[in-house]
């Protein structure tokens, strides 16, 4: 590994740092010192940097990618190398926090949040269950699903790796490193098995109940982890009612609902492979007399369902992320309003709507502006019940706002 390059940033672009934001951009660099030449350019990805303010105020250190417009990625405040001794560290106590609101031989979670965990750009989720092909005779396995998605930690591959399978002593670990921003940092995609042995699909056990999740081919690792504690939150206002629910996925909030004790669940979703594990996953749990499904559009089956004169005690709106970027904001802001408009028609009265977002650039209020706005729209006044946000095991982190990606708002059609 080089030698430590000092970066030295432009006026006033140390205020986020202090406040505790990971990132540099390119365009906050003043000058390098350290390297062949003055330009940042100089940098090669994974070399350690130690970033100073222009008053060279020493700020902490950081790893740079110089394909990337996040030039680097601060991973301490202090002056300290990024070694594998500190990879070890920062991963025992990621798994230590996990384990102080998980049960690891039971639960599957994210077990690092990248530079919540001190991780930057590394993401690890772990899956704990049984293999859905080679069943083995109901003894729980887990396996890793990892994605390195910053180019600063490609020369640590394998310090993570090793320290990874120390800790955990998983089954298998998967690379799923797909993910758009790879190509942002100058990377191709990569997917594959690094470790051991994984099974395409298996079987996991969410809030009593059992899921098919397909490790090397599902959406992003496999499944939507994030979303584990507000599934049971939702389904607490399913008990009697007839159920929507918008944009469905493989059906966690849909068979949550559904066993809840809902008189029956609608699971909308445009992708006929998500409504083929919706209904897998109903009659795995003896649930599908109460589920249905439908292939559609989120807007067009909340218009179809409208001109059909149906209502719904619950709708959940789930959809991905509209907002890719800060220039899609406006355009996402008008589809999160429109999305809660139809839906709101749809209510019965004292029906209630569980409406989330996870783009990290449509912040909680700019939702809550969002469902109001719907609801003026709609004609109709609501009541907040409860506001959600992502599970644990995906903390957030102070002055970090992309950390906070999830967000929910239950509320109820009074009028």
């Known amino acids: 590994m080089k030698q430590a390059a000092y970066i030295i940033l432009k006026p006033g672009a140390d205020k986020r740092l202090k406040g ?5 951009f390119d365009n906050e660099i003043s000058h390098c010192v350290g390297l062949p030449t003055a330009e940042e350019t100089g940098l ?10 222009t008053a060279k105020q020493f700020l902490g250190s950081g790893l740079a990618s110089p394909a990337s417009k996040i030039r680097v990625r601060r991973y301490s405040a202090q002056d300290e190398a990024f070694s594998a001794a500190l990879i070890q560290e920062r991963l025992e106590t990621a798994w230590r926090l996990r384990k102080a609101r998980y049960q690891l031989e039971l639960d599957s979670c994210r077990l690092v949040f990248g530079e919540a965990d001190g991780l930057p750009g590394l993401i690890v989720d772990l899956y704990t269950g049984r293999s859905a092909t080679v069943p083995t005779s109901g003894v729980r396995q887990s396996w890793l699903v990892v ?10 591959r394998q310090h993570i790796l090793d320290s990874l399978e120390s800790i955990c002593q998983p089954s298998g670990i998967y690379e799923r490193s797909e993910a758009a921003v790879r190509q942002l940092e100058g990377l191709p995609p990569a997917s594959g098995p690094l470790r ?4 395409d699909e298996i079987i996991i056990r969410e809030n009593e109940l059992d899921f098919g999740v397909h490790l090397t081919s599902g959406q992003k690792t496999g499944w939507f982890l994030d979303q584990a504690r507000n599934r049971a939150a939702v389904a607490a206002w399913a008990v009697g009612q007839s159920v929507l629910d918008v944009c469905c996925n493989a059906g966690g909030f849909s068979l949550c ?5 809902a008189k029956s669940v609608l699971a909308v979703d445009a992708s006929a492979d998500a409504l083929t594990a919706v209904q897998a996953n109903a009659t795995r749990n ?15 089956a909340l ?14 709106v789930d959809p991905p992320a509209f907002a890719k970027n800060h220039a899609a904001l406006a355009g996402a802001r008008r589809g999160y309003r ?19 977002s996870c783009s990290h650039w449509l912040g909680r209020d700019l939702l809550q502006e969002a469902i109001e706005e719907a609801a003026v729209g709609a004609g109709r006044r609501l009541r907040y019940l409860e506001e959600l946000q992502q599970a644990p095991d995906h903390p957030m982190m102070s002055g970090y706002p992309e950390s906070r990606y999830l967000k929910g708002f239950v509320v109820q059609a009074v009028e």
């Open 20 to 24: 505790g934001h990971p990132w540099i």
């Open 44 to 53: 090669h990805a994974g070399q350690r940097v130690q970033l100073f303010s």
């Open 257 to 261: 609902a559904a066993r809840a004790g």
């Open 338 to 356: 429109d999305l809660n408009l139809q839906a709101i028609k749809l209510l019965a009265p004292g029906g209630v709507l569980a409406s989330f």
């Open 196 to 199: 051991g042995q994984t099974p």
């Open 147 to 156: 994605q390195l998605l910053f180019a600063g930690l490609e020369p640590y």
């Open 286 to 300: 003896q649930l599908a007399d109460r589920v249905r499904t439908l292939q559609a559009d989120a807007f067009e």
């Open 303 to 316: 218009r179809t369902q409208q001109a059909s004169g149906e209502r719904y005690g619950l709708i959940i």
